[in-house]
């Protein structure tokens, strides 16, 4: 193989490299984001004899919510958090050691003028660290997203989960939920903040044309890794 064709396969396979990485790839879909199908019930046993009939009793004095196997439940995104964290740090330290010139029997050790050879000696040392460091993080998620109930606990928390998917044009966005509700936090419109949804999994991500090009190549996040040396 000559060094041109190595050359030109080369090329090739970057140019094959770079338009894979062009290509839109959609969502994907999930499995644990599949609606719930809810329980199927026997059919009911009617009865003659009675007004009343247990088997299709309705609540009188109950809002209509979420509360079975299931059920759709609205989740109102109110997410709005914010961190900072700042840290500095300063020392110093400085040392200084003399040994003058050295006795015997209360005679200094003859020396040199002229070389200013001595025996005497001194050493002095200085040293300093500075360190500042600052981070800051803010985000802010609103909306709503529908959800169905996946399961009902022994304790009667319901377990939801959720996704809803939006395309326009050539751009995709996606927001996917997950967690458990607590059935005395659900509204009498059947709806519940995110901020009481325990053990959240809030996923948003888009997808498509508009969401690749806010990537950094693959080329530039080299660069910009740990790896890069310099």
């Given amino acids: 193989m000559t ?30 984001y599949v609606p719930a199908e809810p329980v199927q019930s026997a059919m009911p046993v009617y009865r003659n004899g009675s007004l009343y009939q247990g088997a299709s009793n309705i609540g009188l004095f109950r ?21 900072n964290k700042k840290a500095e740090t300063t020392t110093s330290k400085d040392n200084s050691v003399g040994i003058d010139n050295a006795t015997v029997l209360g005679y200094a050790l003859p020396s040199s003028s002229k070389s200013k050879f001595t025996l005497g000696s001194t050493l002095k040392s200085a040293n300093s660290f500075s360190g500042k460091g600052e ?11 529908t ?15 959720g996704q809803k998917y939006l395309a326009v044009n050539q751009g995709a966005e996606f927001v996917r939920i997950s967690g458990i509700v607590r059935p005395e936090d ?6 519940v903040k995110s901020t009481l949804v325990a ?21 530039s996040r080299f660069f910009n890794s740990k790896w890069w040396l310099f």
């Fill in 135 to 145: 981070s800051k993080q803010s985000n802010t998620l609103t909306g709503t997203v």
């Fill in 186 to 191: 659900i509204t009498p419109d059947n709806q």
């Fill in 63 to 83: 809002d209509r919510v979420a509360f079975r196997r299931g059920d759709i439940l609205t989740v109102l995104l109110v997410e709005d958090t914010n961190a």
């Fill in 3 to 32: 060094p041109r064709t190595v050359i030109w396969m080369s090329l090739s396979g970057l140019v094959l490299l770079q338009l894979t990485g062009c290509v839109t790839t959609p969502a994907p879909q999930d499995p644990a």
């Fill in 147 to 161: 959800v169905v109930v996946d399961d009902v606990l022994a304790n009667g928390n319901l377990m939801i989960r």
């Fill in 199 to 219: 053990d959240a999994h809030i996923e948003y991500r888009g997808a498509g044309t508009v969401a690749d090009s806010n990537i950094m190549g693959w080329l």
